[in-house]
């Protein structure tokens, strides 16, 4: 069976970008594949480490989501970052492997420095060591569970080419060892803020979040970017560029030719097209809620499972560590 390793940052809730840019694809893949979900709080750290409250925070939250979305602690090892010790040795190991000027060029690397810098001004004393390092890292979460298929949405591409390059050069120099993982990416990769901004994303203040109150989804349904030729209920308009038609296929409205159709044609007005598509919103968000009311008032299930999670991955992790120990030659009295 191959193994599925998937990892998450806990800086908030989860929001519609994630759900159907990725997340809401693990939930099918744990059915077939042996399935590892990282809550990612050490890589987290690396943009929070003065906050760790809003970290610690998020990992309960996140959790919550997950499992309302239909993850099953059954099928899927749910487990925090922090408490596998061998994710920071295989980092370590990695970290010979890897140039300062290879991780700089990193593309995702290279865009998060420069909204930082945009942040903080040029003189770059944002970019912490561990900020810059934590490609590397995230090698070591995906090499330590034999992860083969990492499902994702693509601004995580060139960290798993990266990753595989650190594969790469590891069985080279010390034998084969390491697996090399391949992305697995969803119908929409990537998904549009609500704003019809390329991402949808927390700090955009574009994004959905599967934890909105109905109040809250119905404000941002209203809200959001439609045709801006389109001013009089009866005009024509371009379903292409508007985000209500677009969040009609994400949810997958059967109706959909009926939208394109009558939207072209000027017989759709676009607050009768957001509220067709907010009660189809909160017709799937309705039993997310609903879990994700039961695990609130169940938080005992949640550490539980997390707990769980964690202790699988931890055996996981400890048999990788063995192997990368051996085919470097430092495994002391072993
Ligand atoms: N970098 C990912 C994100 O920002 C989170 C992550 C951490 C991850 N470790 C991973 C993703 C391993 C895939 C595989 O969301």
Redesign the pocket.
């Known amino acids: 069976m191959k193994t599925i ?5 806990p800086t908030g809730h989860l929001h519609l970008g994630h759900y159907f840019g990725a997340v809401g694809n693990w939930a099918k893949l744990q059915n077939d594949y042996e399935t590892y979900i ?1 809550i ?1 709080d050490v ?1 987290a750290l690396t943009d929070n480490f003065e906050s760790p409250d809003k970290v610690i925070k998020s990992v309960k939250d996140l959790t919550v989501d997950l499992l309302s979305i239909g993850i099953d602690p059954n099928k899927a090892n749910i487990f925090i ?1 922090s408490l596998i010790p061998e994710i920071a040795e295989l980092t370590i190991f990695y970290s010979n492997l890897v140039t300062i000027s290879r991780l700089e060029r990193n593309p ?1 690397v290279k865009t998060e420095i420069k909204q930082k810098k945009e942040l903080f001004g040029e003189n770059g004393e944002s970019i912490t060591y561990g900020f810059l390092g ?1 490609p590397v ?2 090698a070591a ?2 090499t330590a569970f034999k ?1 083969n298929l ?4 693509d ?2 591409l060139p ?2 080419e990266q ?1 595989r390059e650190i594969v790469r050069k590891f069985n080279n120099i010390y034998g084969k060892t390491l697996l090399e993982p391949e992305a697995y990416l969803s119908k929409f990769p990537r998904i549009k803020g609500t704003d019809g901004n390329e991402k949808m994303g927390k700090s955009l203040g574009n994004a959905i979040f599967l934890a909105d109150s109905d109040e809250e989804v119905k404000r941002k349904v209203m809200s959001m970017v439609t045709d801006p030729n389109k001013i009089k209920i009866n005009d024509p308009a371009n379903p292409d560029i508007c985000m209500v038609y677009y969040y009609h296929k994400l949810i997958g409205n059967n109706n959909l030719t009926t939208v394109c159709e009558e939207c072209k044609n000027g017989k759709r007005g676009c607050v009768a097209c957001k509220k067709e598509l907010l009660s189809k919103m909160l017709e799937f968000l309705k039993p997310v809620h609903e879990k994700q009311k039961y695990y609130n008032e169940h938080p005992e299930e949640v550490d539980e499972i997390l707990k769980k999670g964690t202790k699988i991955a931890q055996e996981k992790a400890k048999e990788t560590i063995k192997e990368v120990k051996r085919a470097m030659k430092i495994n002391y009295f072993e």
């Open positions: 390793l998937t990892g998450i940052r990282e990612a890589q970052q995702t934590y890292s995230q979460d995906i992860g990492i499902p994702v949405g601004d995580q960290l798993l990753c």
